[in-house]
């Protein structure tokens, strides 16, 4: 390919949650940037990945997943998801094959039907490490009636197989443009963001059910103390005076394990040797209150 051949687009990742959105998006860049988890909504607001090669600049947007808002954070989940559709090049629809669409996968695809979308539309068919051979075509039949004139592909994110076929055929769709972000930047996320996403990540490890979804991040400091060394000082704002006994353990037993988890994936990703120092405090109601929701960055557009 030569020079002028150099081709960039935006590749919008959407899909409910827990279909395997961010696994692929890190399995593409082969590094953890967006937090995966067991459990939907790890990933709270819109991030890119940019993978950049002498050819090409591939930029994905992981998006929180589309759900009903029940809090000031669902709205604001949900107007970045659904603003990711009109604005790529390619929409990347993930669905996990492994169980029959949810309405919600039903709601996205009336959304790309209606949007007069199906064209820029790729179906990546994920899980496929889970259903039998013999069942894969019907169980993707399932999807594919759905959006009829979208093209798709069967995957496992997890195993990486059909990825790159994916990727291949990414690259294919997006047009011939210019390099928008420098090569060596693999996200608009900085490590302070990562870092509040991998302690959050700790929490839903860790905390069942609701608890983790109660609770805020706010990163206070990100100290470089030398190339090696990083400190770092975040708070975990409760909405509920009774989940302060639950998330702190029995002699702090708890917040040593949320706190060593959360240490352990930032230093894999950053590298270093991070001090990790997390405080525990109650904020009754902090998902309505819009001066903790600025505090925490959720009212931050990008682009
Ligand atoms: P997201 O909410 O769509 O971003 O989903 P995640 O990437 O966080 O994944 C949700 C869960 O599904 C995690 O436990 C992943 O390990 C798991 N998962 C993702 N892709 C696959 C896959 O191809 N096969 C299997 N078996 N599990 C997967
Ligand atoms: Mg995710």
Not at 23 to 46: D, E, F, H, M, Y
Not at 72 to 83: C, P, Q
Not at 276 to 303: C, H, Q, S, T
């Amino acid at each position: 390919m030569s020079k002028a051949e150099f081709r960039s687009g935006y590749v919008g990742v959407v899909g409910r949650p827990n279909v395997g959105k961010s696994t692929l998006v890190n399995q593409i860049l082969g590094q953890k940037i967006a937090a995966v988890s067991p459990r939907p909504q790890t990933t709270q607001r819109n991030q890119l990945g940019i993978l950049t090669t002498e050819q090409y600049q591939l930029i994905l947007v992981d998006t929180p997943g589309i759900h009903q808002p029940v809090t000031k954070i669902g709205d604001f989940m949900n107007e970045s998801a659904l603003g990711t559709f009109s604005d790529v090049d390619v929409i990347l629809w993930i669905v996990d094959i492994s169980v029959k669409p949810f309405a919600e996968d039903i709601n996205i695809a009336q959304k790309i039907k209606a949007l007069n979308l199906q064209e820029n539309t790729l179906i990546a068919l994920n899980k496929a490490d889970l259903v039998v051979q013999e069942d894969l075509e019907k169980a993707a039949e399932n999807y594919l009636e759905l959006l009829p004139e979208a093209e798709s592909l069967v995957i496992s994110a997890q195993i990486a197989a059909g990825v790159d076929r994916l990727l291949e055929r990414l690259i294919e769709r997006i047009p011939v443009g210019p390099q928008y972000f420098p090569e060596d930047q693999i996200t608009d996320l900085y490590e302070r963001q990562i870092a509040c996403d991998l302690i959050r990540e700790s929490l839903l490890m860790n905390l069942s059910e609701e608890i983790p979804h109660a609770i805020a991040v706010r990163l206070d400091e990100y100290k470089d103390r030398s190339e090696k060394n990083a400190y770092i000082h975040a708070t975990l704002l409760l909405d509920r005076e009774s989940h302060k006994p639950i998330v702190i353990g029995k002699k702090g037993a708890m917040i040593r394990k949320i706190g060593e988890y959360a240490r352990m994936e930032i230093e894999k990703l950053t590298d270093r040797n991070i001090y990790l120092e997390l405080n525990v405090k109650v904020e009754k109601n902090w998902r309505n209150n819009p001066k903790v929701l600025r505090a925490l960055g959720y009212f931050i557009r990008k682009d």
